[in-house]
């Protein structure tokens, strides 16, 4: 297994609130999104991956399976930022999204809460392995909007589930199969927010090198009128 990061402010914003975790020895890949923009975003997205991360190296709950474990990292890491902002009134109004993986053998299991995404190259073709929790994700799911629309949708920041927001969230888990020569993406909607996902696949084909393919990422990105943060994490199963 080969791996890659990048994050990236981009270039219109001064201050970058995305973070990410690589955590090979646990299996562990991890990118978050903070929002509150001058309150702490960049606190929320870092001590909810912190947080997550610690969960799992103090392996709770002897005989849980990779999502109950991933479930209950993430839980954790809510209950953190939530406490977080109403302790201290810098902090107050941020929140972060956060998608992660545990990769163990054939098998990867993903969670997330917000509209960072993991996405699955295999064979030339790509999926996407989340859900969205966005306003603009429910107006696809209804049939009211198409994937072009979405990527220009006035409302496509609105997010209807994140981190930090209330005591408790829900987070969703998806187990799946993986097979040698498969490619991972994780990434904020830095990326997906501004590139088809055809285009994401076209150049996650193009190059076995992990850093050209997230450097050619970043840059279509910037192309296509990207304002905000990008950060991605880039996994080949070999």
């Excluded at 190259?121 to 966005?134: E, V």
């Excluded at 009211?144 to 496509?156: K, M, W």
């Amino acid at each position: 297994m080969r791996w890659s990061q990048i994050t990236e402010c981009g270039p219109v914003r001064r201050r970058n609130e995305d973070w990410l975790c690589v955590c090979p020895d646990l299996g562990l890949f991890a990118v978050a999104d903070g929002m509150g923009g001058h309150r702490a975003g960049d606190v929320a997205s870092k001590l909810a991956l912190e947080v997550l991360k610690r969960t799992l190296e103090s392996r709770p709950g002897a005989g849980a399976s990779a999502g109950e474990l991933l479930a209950q990292g993430i839980r954790r890491a809510n209950e953190a930022v939530y406490r977080s902002a109403r302790e201290f009134i810098e902090h107050r109004g941020m929140g972060t999204t956060l998608t992660a993986c545990l990769v163990r053998g054939n098998k990867l299991t993903v969670a997330n809460v917000g509209d960072s995404r993991a996405l699955l190259l295999r064979d030339g073709r790509i999926s996407k392995l989340t859900s969205d929790h966005s306003l603009v994700q429910e107006l696809l799911d209804g049939g009211g909007i198409t994937e072009e629309d979405a990527l220009h949708h006035p409302q496509r920041n609105v997010l209807t589930r994140a981190l930090g927001v209330d005591p408790e969230v829900e987070v969703d888990v998806f187990d799946y199969d993986i097979l040698r020569g498969d490619r991972l993406l994780l990434c904020t909607d830095g990326l997906t927010g501004f590139v088809a996902e055809q285009k994401i696949a076209d150049l996650m084909a193009v190059d076995t090198d992990p850093d050209a393919v997230l450097n050619a990422l970043v840059a279509e990105a910037i192309r296509a009128g990207s304002n905000d943060n990008i950060t991605m994490i880039w996994v080949a199963v070999d």
